[in-house]
């Protein structure tokens, strides 16, 4: 397995692994698949330096990615990035994500980041165990903040310091 800075061919899979999210999963509150032409947009966001990464995990084909971002569009809020990270169904559980998490982690601390924060749609037990290993820590619940499948969930927010 290999872990390296997304480049513009894995798109495609990268776009695959998060439609199903989408389809199946409250994990995110898009509730339309995307195309890869669409996703190229968020995709130029990311960069091998700075503090928007993007991240993929490689066995034979990309199977997993993680991303950091702009958390609120306001510039006082530069040094704060959310990270989120998607796995393929096929390799979820088998350290992927935290993996690639750690490494975004490390990367980052080279860059002009204080925060890392993350939002997790409940129920979500293998997030919160993801992030409770990386040591980050809540910060409290949202309740009742996204819609999606016709009901409401909650979102709980974690953060840690760089």
Request: charged share 25%.
């Amino acid at each position: 397995m290999e872990i390296r800075a997304a480049e513009p061919g894995d798109l495609e899979a990268i776009t695959d692994i998060y439609n199903r999210y989408v389809e199946t999963s409250h994990v995110t509150f898009d509730v339309t698949r995307f195309s890869v032409e669409q996703r190229r947009e968020w995709f130029a966001h990311h960069a091998p330096k700075g503090p928007h990464r993007l991240l993929v995990a490689v066995d034979s084909g990309v199977v997993a990615y993680a991303s950091t971002g702009r958390w609120r569009p306001k510039p006082a809020y530069d040094t704060t990035v959310e990270l989120s990270v998607y796995c393929a169904p096929e390799v979820a559980r088998r350290g992927y994500g935290r993996l690639l998490c750690e490494r975004v982690l490390e990367e980052l601390a080279s860059e002009d980041v204080a925060r890392v924060v993350g939002g997790v749609a409940l129920p979500n037990p293998a997030s919160l165990g993801l992030l409770a290993k990386l040591g980050f820590r809540s910060v409290g619940v949202f309740t009742q903040v996204g819609r999606k499948f016709g009901r409401y969930w909650d979102v709980e927010w974690f953060e840690k310091a760089l």
